[in-house]
C-alpha cells in the first residue's frame, strides 16, 4: 500500500499539475506547446510529462523513471482545459531576411576578399546577395576615418593595400536575381552563378569589360540581356541545364569565346553566324533538339571538342573536313543514317556515334582517320566492317556491340594498339561464341591465325601484316602518284615472275634495266627504280642519271656493278649509304626492315601523314638511314609497337627535333637512352609493356611532355627525374611493383590531372594526396593497402579525394 501511496502521489504531482520547465521557460507550462485545441484527446506531454524533465529523468537511472510509469490497472486521470501558451518553435526552414543574408558577410570574409581579390560565397543558402559586396572595392567607413598614424599600426587593413575584388563566386545558393549594382564590380574577371534559380540578368552585367569566365549553369534562364554579348574579354560561357529554346544571334559577337557549353536546353536550332566564333575550342551542345547544324559551323576553325549527343540530328555536314583541328566527336543517341568521310579531320581523337541508324562504315573514313584512338559505333544498324579499318593504326578501342555483324575482317589483327574489341549483340558465327567471350586478345589471336592459314592457301603468306597490307592496296592504290603503281608484292607473298609499271606494260628485263626498257619503249620515266638486288622498289627522282654521271661517272652505276648486291641506293631524292659499307649487324636489320616494309606506298605515306609507323614486323632494330629518310620528310609521330627491340634504336636521335609523339610499346626495352633528353618537341610518350626499371634523370628536361605511358613494366618507385616534368597532364604507371607515394614529388607536377597506379605494391595511401586538387582522375585499385576501403575506391576519384582529405591530421 505504501508503494501505491507513494506512486499515486507522484503521478498527482508530476502530471496533473502545471509543470514550470526552466530548460524551455520559466514562465512557460510544457503542456501548452502541444496544441491542445487542435488534439484534445491526445496530449501528450500532459500524459507523459514535459520533455526536458523526461530526459532529465531518464540521466537518473531505470529505477527512478520506471517510478513515474501509470500502473497498469489505474484509472486515466480527467483532463480539463488548460490555457494555451503562446510558446512557439522557429522553423529550421524558412525564408532568408534580409538581415540574414548580409550577416553572412562576416569580416573575416570581408577581410580575406580585400587581401586576396576572392570571395566565395557558394552554399550559403543566400536569397539575396549582401548588398555590401557591391562595395567591397571602396574603402570602408574606418579607414576613411583613420588617420595615418591608424593606418600605418594595422598596415594591412589600410587601404593602399587592397586587392580588387577578381574571383566572385556565389553559386549553390538561392539567388533569384542578381542587382544592378553589379556593375560597381568593374574588375571582376571569375563570376560564378551556377546553381541557383536565376530567372533573369540584369542589363549592366554588360559593364563588367574585365570579365573572362561567367558561369549561368543549372538556373532558369531563358534569355540573355544583350549587352552581356558585348563583353569584349569573355573566353568561357556556360548556360547550360536552364530553359533556353535558341541562341541569341548576337553570340557571335563574343569574338574572344573559346568555351560554350549550352547542353541541356530546350535549344532547336542555332543561329546564322555562329560561324564567326572562329577562336571557340570546345562548343557543348549536348542534350537538345537540334536537328540540322548550320552550314558555317565548319568555319571554327579552332575547334577541338563539339559535343552534340542526344540531339535529333539527321545528318552531319559532308564538309566537316574543315574542322582541321577537332579532335572528339559525339553525335551518340541521334538519328544520323550515314557518317561522312572526314577528309581533312587526320587530328580526329575520338568518334563516338553510338545510338544511330548508321548503316555502313565508309572506307573512306577509315583512311582519312590515321589518329583515331577510339571508334564507337554500337547500337547501329551496320552489318559489315571493311577491311579497310586495318588503316586505323592508332586505334585503341573499337565498339560495334548490338549491330548487325556476321563476319570480322581478319585485317583486325594488324592493329597494333588495339586493347578493346566489343562485339557483343553481333549475330558473328564465323568465331566461337567461347572465344568471344574470352576477350579482345583471344579475338585478335583467332584472326591473326585464320589470316596466316588463308595466307598460306593463297600462295604463302607469313604474318598477318601481309594479309592486311594487301586488303589495304586498294584503298592507297587511289592515293599514290601515278607513277608509283601498286604492283610489289611483299616477300612470302604470291607474286608473278615479272614486274607492271604504269605504262601497262609487262616488263621482263632485270629491274636494273628498267629505264632501259622505257627508253626502247619511248615512254617517260616512271620514276620507279628496282636495285639489283630482289627487294622493294624505290621511288627515284627525275634526274637520277645526271647525279649517278656527276658521282659515279656512269649513268646507270648499278647496272655497271652487278657483282655488288647491295649498292648505295637513292630514296625519294635522298642519297642512302648501302650495305656494302654496313657492319653485320647493321645489314641483318637493314635486309629485315626492307623485307618488312613496302616502301614505295610507306615512302609516300611518309610524306603524307608526317607518320612512320613498323608495327608486328618482329624488328629488333632500325637502321639509321630510315630514320634520316623520315627527318627529311619532316615525320613528326615514330611508332614501332609491338615488335622485339630490345634497345631504343640509335639513329631515333636524328629526330630529336622533330618527333612529338613516340611510341615504343610492347617491346623487350630494357633502358632509356640520355639522348631521350634532347627530344625538345615530343608531347606524348608511350613506353608500356617493356622491361624498363628506372628512367635516366636528364628525363626531367622533357618540359613538352604531356602524356606519358610506363605501364607494365618494373618500376619499383617512380623516378626522381618525373617529378620535374611540368607540363605532364597524364602519368600511366600501372601495372608495376611500386610500393610508396611521393606526394611531396607529385606536388611539383602543377598540371597532372590523370594518374593511374592501378595493380602495383602500394601498402600505404598517404592522406595528404588529397590536397593535390589538380587531380580529377585517380586509379588506385588492385593494391595491397586496406584504406581505402575497394567501396570508396569504386565509388571514382572525387569519393577517394575527399576520404584522404577527411583524414588528414589537424
Request: aromatic letters at 6%; hydrophobic letters at 35%.
Amino acid at each position: 500500500m505504501d508503494s501505491h501511496m507513494m506512486i499515486n502521489d507522484e503521478f498527482n504531482s508530476n502530471f496533473l499539475n502545471p509543470v514550470n520547465c526552466g530548460t524551455c521557460d520559466n514562465s512557460t507550462d510544457c503542456r501548452g506547446d502541444f496544441n491542445l485545441d487542435a488534439v484534445h484527446s491526445n496530449d501528450c506531454y500532459a500524459q507523459y510529462d514535459c520533455p526536458c524533465e523526461m530526459a532529465e529523468r531518464h540521466n537518473f537511472g531505470g529505477s527512478y523513471a520506471a517510478g513515474s510509469r501509470i500502473p497498469r490497472g489505474a484509472a486515466r486521470p480527467r483532463q480539463g482545459p488548460s490555457p494555451r501558451n503562446n510558446y512557439s518553435f522557429q522553423p529550421v526552414f524558412h525564408e532568408r531576411t534580409n538581415m540574414e543574408d548580409d550577416a553572412l558577410l562576416s569580416d573575416n570574409l570581408w577581410k580575406l576578399a580585400r587581401k586576396t581579390g576572392t570571395l566565395n560565397m557558394t552554399n550559403k543558402g543566400m536569397s539575396r546577395v549582401p548588398e555590401r559586396i557591391y562595395d567591397i572595392n571602396e574603402p570602408d567607413e574606418d579607414s576613411k576615418k583613420a588617420n595615418l598614424v591608424q593606418l600605418s599600426i594595422s598596415e594591412e587593413d589600410a587601404w593602399w593595400n587592397q586587392v580588387p575584388l577578381e574571383n566572385l563566386d556565389l553559386s549553390s545558393n538561392a539567388l533569384s536575381h542578381i542587382s544592378p549594382k553589379i556593375e560597381n564590380l568593374l574588375t571582376l574577371t571569375v563570376l560564378q552563378l551556377h546553381d541557383n534559380a536565376l530567372v533573369a540578368l540584369p542589363p549592366e552585367i554588360g559593364k563588367l569589360e574585365k570579365l573572362v569566365r561567367l558561369n549561368l549553369g543549372h538556373n532558369k534562364l531563358s534569355e540573355l540581356p544583350i549587352e552581356l554579348f558585348s563583353l569584349p574579354e569573355l573566353r568561357h560561357l556556360n548556360i547550360s541545364h536552364n530553359e533556353f529554346i535558341e541562341l541569341n544571334p548576337d553570340i557571335s559577337n563574343l569574338h574572344m569565346l573559346e568555351f560554350l557549353d549550352a547542353g541541356n536546353n530546350n535549344i532547336n536550332s542555332l543561329p546564322g553566324g555562329i560561324g564567326f566564333l572562329v577562336r571557340l575550342t570546345a562548343l557543348l551542345l549536348a542534350n537538345n533538339h537540334i536537328k540540322e547544324l548550320p552550314p558555317d559551323i565548319v568555319y571554327m576553325r579552332s575547334l577541338q571538342k563539339l559535343d552534340l549527343m542526344k540531339n535529333d540530328l539527321i545528318a552531319l555536314p559532308d564538309d566537316m573536313g574543315l574542322l582541321r583541328k577537332l579532335q572528339c566527336l559525339y553525335v551518340q543517341h541521334n538519328d544520323i543514317k550515314e557518317l561522312p568521310d572526314f577528309e581533312g579531320n587526320e587530328a580526329l581523337n575520338e568518334l563516338h556515334a553510338s545510338n544511330n541508324f548508321i548503316e555502313r562504315v565508309p572506307k573512306d573514313l577509315c583512311a582519312n582517320l590515321p589518329h583515331l584512338k577510339i571508334l564507337d559505333l554500337r547500337d547501329n544498324k551496320i552489318t559489315q566492317l571493311p577491311d579497310e579499318v586495318c588503316l586505323l593504326r592508332n586505334l585503341n578501342r573499337l565498339d560495334v556491340s548490338n549491330n548487325s555483324i556476321s563476319v570480322l575482317p581478319v585485317t583486325l589483327a594488324s592493329l597494333a594498339h588495339l586493347i578493346s574489341l566489343q562485339v557483343d549483340g553481333n549475330p558473328i558465327k564465323t568465331i566461337r561464341r567461347d572465344i568471344l567471350q574470352c576477350g579482345t586478345a583471344r579475338i585478335l589471336k583467332t584472326l591473326q591465325d585464320r589470316a596466316q592459314a588463308k595466307g598460306r592457301e593463297d600462295g604463302g603468306a607469313e604474318d598477318v601484316a601481309c594479309s592486311s597490307r594487301s586488303a589495304a592496296s586498294s584503298q592507297q592504290q587511289q592515293q599514290l602518284p601515278p607513277n608509283m603503281t601498286d604492283n610489289y608484292q611483299q616477300p612470302g607473298c604470291a607474286q608473278p615472275p615479272f614486274r607492271h609499271c604504269h605504262c601497262q606494260c609487262q616488263c621482263q628485263h632485270f629491274m636494273h634495266n628498267h629505264h632501259q626498257h622505257h627508253q626502247e619503249q619511248q615512254q617517260p620515266h616512271c620514276g620507279l627504280y628496282y636495285p639489283p638486288f630482289n627487294g622493294p622498289p624505290k621511288y627515284m627522282p627525275e634526274d637520277y642519271e645526271q647525279e649517278q654521271q656527276q658521282q659515279f661517272g656512269h649513268p646507270n652505276h648499278y647496272a655497271a656493278n652487278q657483282q655488288m648486291p647491295y649498292q648505295d641506293t637513292y630514296f625519294n631524292g635522298h642519297y642512302m649509304p648501302g650495305c656494302a659499307s654496313m657492319t653485320p649487324a647493321h645489314q641483318a636489320a637493314y635486309n629485315q626492315f626492307n623485307r618488312c616494309v613496302v616502301q614505295p606506298r610507306w615512302v609516300y605515306k611518309l610524306r603524307h601523314t608526317r607518320t612512320l609507323a613498323v608495327n608486328l614486323e618482329n624488328l629488333t632494330d632500325v637502321p639509321t638511314h630510315v630514320f634520316e629518310l623520315a627527318s627529311a620528310e619532316k615525320v613528326h609521330v615514330v611508332d614501332f609497337a609491338r615488335n622485339q627491340l630490345i634497345a631504343f634504336p640509335p639513329g631515333l636521335q636524328r629526330m630529336s627535333n622533330l618527333v612529338t609523339e613516340l611510341v615504343l610499346a610492347h617491346n623487350v626495352i630494357a633502358s632509356v637512352p640520355i639522348f631521350i633528353s634532347q627530344f625538345t618537341r615530343i608531347t606524348f610518350l608511350n613506353l608500356s609493356n617493356n622491361v624498363i626499371k628506372d628512367l635516366p634523370p636528364e628525363f626531367g628536361l622533357l618540359n613538352t611532355l604531356r602524356e606519358l605511358n610506363i605501364a607494365n613494366n618494373r618500376f619499383e618507385f617512380l623516378p626522381k627525374g618525373l617529378y620535374e616534368l611540368q607540363g605532364l597532364e597524364i602519368l600511366v604507371a600501372s601495372d608495376n611493383h611500386i610500393k610508396t607515394l611521393n606526394v611531396a614529388g607529385l606536388e611539383g607536377l602543377p598540371r597532372l590531372n590523370t594518374l593511374d597506379l592501378r595493380n602495383n605494391d602500394i601498402e600505404y595511401v598517404p592522406p595528404i594526396l588529397g590536397n593535390l586538387t589538380n587531380i580529377t582522375h585517380l586509379e588506385l585499385v588492385g593494391n595491397p593497402f586496406r584504406q581505402p576501403r575497394h567501396q570508396i575506391l569504386m565509388k571514382g576519384t572525387d569519393a577517394i579525394m575527399s576520404y584522404l582529405r577527411d583524414r588528414i591530421p589537424t
